[in-house]
């Protein structure tokens, strides 16, 4: 089996975890990191041969992205402060604990060295936690807060390693250097984040066509990482400020074709991405346990040690950071998302998973320093860093759902149902408005005013028939059922009319373009 054969491999993994996760009941990520490290012990499966500094600008950028999509500026603007102490306190926090009992137990591990560790274990996985945590009913503002925090600890955690690497790598370590490096960063990546999301948006509407469009949404976040890294900013966020700079400014309301397109093309790139980078991290697996050297227990042990480090520091932090949030936000009435039982934080807590950005940083350390020597205790720092991967990736995915389960956490559905009425109400009053304007310059005959003041109505009842009281909803109901009885009849007829049609392109005299045309437009109306 060679390279491509293994990639074709996760690929189609990629696809098949989602239907077995959902029938089994665990998460998809879970499942690939399973069967890449299945992978990964048989003879005939190659080593993965990817360089480690093209890992994270490949595989974070799209992932990112189609998180964002997931998201608004709004809710983290309503969300930073537990935002923040999660993404930026708590990496400092967890980084600092795991170097000073990485330095004390592990021999001839220098503290600069200890500290890259720990930044590269620091931060939880945006994917992980997002593919985990969205897959089990939870609360929205659990999801959204996993979802911020991952999104912005990469920042603190890469920026934090880039320092340490450098320290270990020269041998010298200047306090104001780093600070100015972390703050030239964020500077650097949010500039670069909206420069590339304003172009992006007028290049949007220059575009017009949706496969055009989509297909610019998939290089503007690699640009993004690329050009923010080579202008020393932080790739991570500066993916995301251009994602939430398109999110907030989508070009045209009334793009439907290119919104659906979209939403579409970003899954199956979330899909697919997501699976191989799960599955890489077990492949790698052989690679790891191959530097132990006989050292297996030993290093096991050193493993264990700081997977409890990891683990007990995040419950240790979200305790009291979770309280501290609360009052404030009684006192001062914040619009924010918090944990509102100690279930809810327990399930934050469990929901720490690293994953793919722990495995780049950990592959991304130098072989050598400075003088030439060998880089301290890289082999150890790699075989510590895939212990707590698995052991939070797989012990903690593949219990959180039983966890939920058992606390009974789950989503208010009242709280987002009385949101789709509200939804639903003001999308009727909107629909109902035009048309009054619309009479108001333009004689309808009365049947077509009568036909169209329903169609308002029913903007609303298809999205929450709840808005309707029992008479008007029974009214509708029948009403309902005749229109299904159409669109059904309707359905057949242009099934029909693409099977004439696609069948006229394997007949002599009929040019396939123009074939191809025609279904457009049966499919574009089918659509509609």
Not at 19 to 45: N, Y
Not at 74 to 80: L, M, P, S, T
Not at 478 to 499: F, G, P, W
Request: charged share 20%; with cysteine.
């Amino acid at each position: 089996m060679d390279q491509l054969a293994l990639l074709l491999l996760l690929l189609l993994g990629a696809l098949v975890t989602v239907p077995l996760g959902d029938r089994i009941g665990l998460p998809a990520p879970v499942l690939m990191t399973l069967f890449g490290g299945v992978l990964a012990f048989l003879s005939f499966v190659p080593n993965v041969e990817i360089a480690p500094e093209l890992i994270l600008p490949l595989v974070l950028p799209p992932l990112l992205y189609a998180s964002v999509q997931r998201t608004s500026w709004r809710q983290f603007a309503a969300n930073i402060r537990p935002i923040m102490l999660l993404a930026v306190a708590l990496v400092f926090v967890t980084t600092a604990a795991v170097a000073a009992v990485a330095n004390a137990v592990v021999p001839g591990l220098p503290l600069a060295a200890a500290v890259a560790l720990g930044a590269l274990v620091a931060p939880p996985d945006p994917v992980a936690a997002t593919a985990v945590a969205g897959s089990l009913g939870l609360p929205r503002r659990l999801v959204s807060i996993l979802e911020g925090e991952g999104l912005f600890n990469d920042v603190t955690a890469i920026v934090l390693y880039h320092v340490a690497i450098a320290a270990a790598v020269s041998g010298t370590f200047s306090w104001p250097s780093a600070v100015g490096q972390l703050v030239l960063s964020a500077v650097v990546a949010v500039a670069v984040g909206l420069a590339l999301g304003w172009l992006s948006n007028k290049l949007m509407g220059l575009l017009g066509d949706a496969t055009l469009q989509t297909g610019l949404t998939l290089l503007v976040p690699f640009v993004a990482y690329v050009l923010a890294e080579e202008l020393l900013g932080s790739g991570v966020l500066a993916v995301l400020t251009t994602a939430l700079y398109l999110a907030e400014n989508a070009v045209d309301a009334d793009d439907v074709l290119g919104r659906i397109t979209g939403q579409s093309f970003w899954e199956i790139v979330d899909t697919l991405v997501t699976g191989v980078a799960f599955g890489l991290i077990g492949l790698e697996l052989h690679n790891v346990f191959g530097t132990a050297d006989g050292r297996e227990w030993e290093m096991v042990g050193w493993g264990a040690a700081i997977v409890a480090v990891v683990v007990g520091v995040r419950l240790m932090w979200l305790l009291p950071a979770t309280w501290l949030a609360k009052r404030l936000h009684k006192r001062r009435d914040y619009d924010e998302e918090i944990p509102t039982s100690w279930r809810e934080t327990v399930v934050m807590w469990w929901s720490g998973m690293r994953g793919v950005a722990s495995v780049a940083l950990a592959l991304a350390i130098p072989l050598k320093t400075d003088d030439g020597a060998p880089f301290p205790a890289r082999d150890e720092i790699i075989f510590i860093a895939f212990c707590v991967i698995i052991a939070t990736l797989i012990a903690q995915g593949l219990t959180l759902p039983w966890l939920v389960k058992k606390l009974g956490v789950r989503a208010d559905t009242d709280a987002e149902r009385a949101l789709e009425r509200e939804l639903a109400v003001r999308a009727a009053k909107a629909a109902k408005a035009r048309l009054k304007e619309i009479e108001e310059v333009e004689e309808l005959p009365e049947e077509v005013a009568e036909r169209l003041l329903r169609g308002a109505f029913d903007i609303g009842a298809r999205i929450s028939p709840d808005i309707l009281d029992d008479e008007r909803r029974e009214r509708y109901a029948t009403r309902v059922d005749r229109i299904k009885a159409v669109q059904r009849i309707q359905r057949e007829m242009m099934s029909a009319a693409r099977h004439e049609v696609l069948a006229a392109r394997s007949e002599p005299g009929y040019d396939p373009e123009i074939v191809d045309r025609v279904l457009h437009h049966l499919d574009v109306r089918s659509l509609r």
